[in-house]
Nanobody
Framework: QVQLVESGGGLVQAGDSLRLSCAAS????????MGWFRQAPGKEREFVAA????????GYAVSVKGRFSISRDNAKNTVYLQMSSLKPEDTADYYC?????????????????????WGQGTQVTVSS
């Protein structure tokens, strides 16, 4: 049984930093593309960042590029999202997801439909 468990969310002020973690179990983590998505109240879920198996290929949404950083530790079956210079518009539920498409060590996707497994989410609230 695959489980993705996010942690690290909370209430912060604009300009602060947070690090989200997603611990995976029940899968061969090192062969899954991992992604972060978010959904703000009343809005569609949107892509935030993704990282290939190898960790060498990474993609970011334009809105977070330069402020957020995704990384993974295959030995710990964990993916991270370091968020800096947070803005009120970053307020959302953040979800990690695992892509089982098995397209090689350098592949990643920004499309939610590519992802097979999803966590329950962690809430991030940024006050102005």
């Amino acid at each position: 049984q695959v489980q993705l468990v996010e942690s690290g969310g909370g209430l912060v002020q604009a300009g602060d930093s947070l690090r989200l973690s997603c611990a995976a179990s029940g899968l061969t983590f090192s062969t899954y593309v991992m992604g972060w998505f978010r959904q703000a109240p009343g809005k569609e879920r949107e892509f935030v960042a993704a990282i290939s198996w190898s960790g060498t290929h990474i993609g970011y949404a334009v809105s977070v590029k330069g402020r957020f950083s995704i990384s993974r530790d295959n030995a710990k079956n964990t993916v991270y999202l370091q968020m800096s210079s947070l803005k009120p518009e970053d307020t959302a539920d953040y979800y990690c997801a695992a892509d089982a498409s098995n397209r090689g060590p350098d592949y990643y996707s920004s499309m939610s439909r590519s992802y097979t497994y999803w966590g329950q989410g962690t809430q991030v609230t940024v006050s102005s």
